[in-house]
């Protein structure tokens, strides 16, 4: 009877380490765990919804997602570890937060580089299909990148004062990420690293003085409540994150399943970027005219402030080319990559406008 119990013990315990969703050949539903950093609300919430509906309707209900929301299954740094493990099938999978596993992906992220959502989520998703570089970086990783995000231009939230000059950042405490880090630090800022989802109570508790946002999720993620000025100071974007998938899933799917799941990814980063532009007029309406009570002031910055605040950016690239060297990679080459593919997506904006425009 003791051998009896403990073989069953063991048999149960083998079950629940099992990931519920693994697959096998006989397999005709894929129930996929999906790994988000932030709530159920947003541009990009949004957007990862439409997509999750697509791929069931598409497949005819063989792909199905459930979402853990609000990093409930994963810590949003620890995703990338937990899609090439499998412990998530998929999740939002952010360069910036693993710089040594993604130092090319990690261009994306330089400061003042991108100004058009659109344009940099389609440059660097086909700089993806043309770039060895960066398809080695998530191999290695046993995850493919199925689409890319961006988080919107880079704004500066404050609480108690606005910011509209170098002189305004001295001695402020500002959560910063990746190439921002060293901007904010040369413009006399102290940089303070956090992640995403303990801004509302660093801002709430006085931790911090304030933190690189984007327009859309100071409203979406509640930092409104907590934060009264906004310095559109459009210092580029976070480029360097997508939705990823686990590699060794993805292959074992069946070829019609994989191609519904590319095509439907492709066409996400349309949509988001369409629920962005949208979402960011609305939110700047709603929070200028106050939620609940509490108002948001948005403050420019001048065109000299500007040139200042980019030049302070410029080390970033130097940096980052003298790192590509070091490693063998023709960080010339594929800058070269990176401006044309640039160019050919601001040209189709300007000759056409954009994939949802009625002159398309």
């Given at each position: 009877m003791?051998?009896?119990?403990?073989?069953?013990?063991?048999?149960a315990?083998?079950?629940?380490?099992?990931?519920?969703?693994?697959?096998?050949?006989?397999?005709?539903?894929?129930?996929?765990?999906?790994?988000?950093?932030?709530?159920?609300?947003?541009?990009?919430?949004?957007?990862?919804?439409w997509?999750?509906?697509?791929?069931?309707?598409?497949?005819?209900?063989?792909?199905?997602?459930?979402?853990?929301?609000?990093?409930?299954?994963?810590?949003?740094?620890?995703?990338?570890?937990?899609?090439?493990?499998?412990?998530?099938?998929?999740?939002?999978?952010?360069?910036?937060?693993?710089?040594?596993?993604?130092p090319?992906?990690?261009?994306?992220?330089?400061?003042?580089?991108?100004?058009?959502?659109?344009?940099?989520?389609?440059?660097?998703?086909?700089?993806?299909?043309?770039?060895?570089?960066?398809?080695?970086e998530?191999?290695?990783?046993k995850?493919?990148?199925l689409?890319?995000?961006?988080?919107?231009?880079?704004?500066?939230?404050?609480?108690?004062?606005?910011?509209?000059?170098?002189?305004?950042?001295?001695?402020?405490k500002?959560?910063?990420?990746?190439?921002?880090?060293?901007?904010?630090?040369?413009?006399?800022?102290?940089?303070?690293?956090?992640?995403?989802?303990?801004?509302?109570?660093?801002?709430?508790?006085?931790?911090?003085?304030?933190?690189?946002?984007?327009?859309?999720?100071?409203?979406?993620?509640?930092?409104?409540?907590?934060?009264?000025?906004?310095?559109?100071?459009?210092?580029?974007?976070?480029?360097?994150?997508?939705?990823?998938?686990?590699?060794?899933?993805?292959?074992?799917?069946?070829?019609?399943?994989q191609?519904?799941?590319v095509?439907?990814?492709?066409?996400?980063?349309?949509?988001?970027?369409?629920?962005?532009?949208?979402?960011?007029?609305?939110?700047?309406?709603?929070?200028?005219?106050?939620?609940?009570?509490?108002?948001?002031a948005?403050?420019?910055?001048?065109?000299?402030?500007?040139?200042?605040?980019?030049?302070?950016?410029?080390?970033?690239?130097?940096?980052?080319?003298?790192?590509?060297?070091?490693?063998?990679?023709?960080a010339?080459?594929?800058?070269?990559?990176?401006?044309?593919?640039?160019?050919?997506?601001?040209?189709?904006?300007?000759?056409?406008?954009?994939?949802?425009s009625?002159?398309?």
């Amino acid at each position: 009877m003791l051998r009896l119990a403990l073989c069953g013990a063991i048999a149960a315990a083998a079950f629940f380490a099992t990931p519920i969703s693994i697959q096998n050949a006989e397999a005709k539903v894929y129930n996929l765990r999906y790994a988000d950093i932030g709530p159920p609300r947003g541009p990009r919430a949004a957007a990862l919804m439409w997509w999750a509906d697509e791929l069931e309707k598409r497949s005819g209900g063989d792909i199905k997602i459930k979402f853990f929301w609000s990093q409930s299954l994963v810590k949003g740094k620890a995703t990338m570890k937990a899609v090439g493990s499998g412990l998530s099938d998929t999740g939002t999978i952010l360069g910036i937060y693993t710089p040594a596993e993604f130092p090319v992906w990690n261009y994306a992220n330089t400061p003042f580089l991108h100004g058009d959502a659109w344009i940099g989520m389609r440059t660097w998703h086909e700089l993806r299909q043309q770039s060895p570089e960066l398809q080695k970086e998530t191999a290695r990783q046993k995850v493919m990148i199925l689409a890319n995000n961006t988080s919107g231009p880079v704004q500066l939230l404050t609480t108690k004062s606005p910011v509209t000059s170098v002189a305004d950042l001295k001695g402020k405490k500002i959560r910063t990420s990746g190439g921002w880090t060293n901007l904010f630090k040369s413009l006399g800022a102290v940089p303070v690293k956090i992640g995403f989802g303990e801004l509302y109570a660093a801002l709430d508790r006085g931790t911090i003085d304030g933190t690189i946002n984007y327009t859309p999720f100071v409203k979406s993620y509640k930092h409104y409540e907590v934060a009264s000025h906004v310095t559109e100071s459009k210092m580029g974007q976070v480029l360097g994150y997508g939705i990823g998938i686990n590699t060794k899933l993805f292959k074992s799917m069946p070829k019609k399943l994989q191609d519904i799941i590319v095509k439907t990814s492709d066409q996400y980063m349309d949509v988001y970027a369409k629920n962005y532009m949208a979402d960011s007029d609305d939110a700047k309406k709603a929070m200028t005219a106050g939620i609940d009570g509490r108002k948001v002031a948005f403050h420019q910055l001048s065109a000299a402030e500007t040139k200042k605040w980019a030049a302070a950016a410029a080390s970033f690239k130097a940096e980052w080319i003298a790192k590509m060297k070091k490693k063998g990679i023709d960080a010339d080459a594929f800058l070269a990559k990176f401006d044309k593919i640039h160019a050919k997506y601001k040209k189709i904006v300007a000759d056409k406008g954009y994939p949802w425009s009625s002159t398309n």
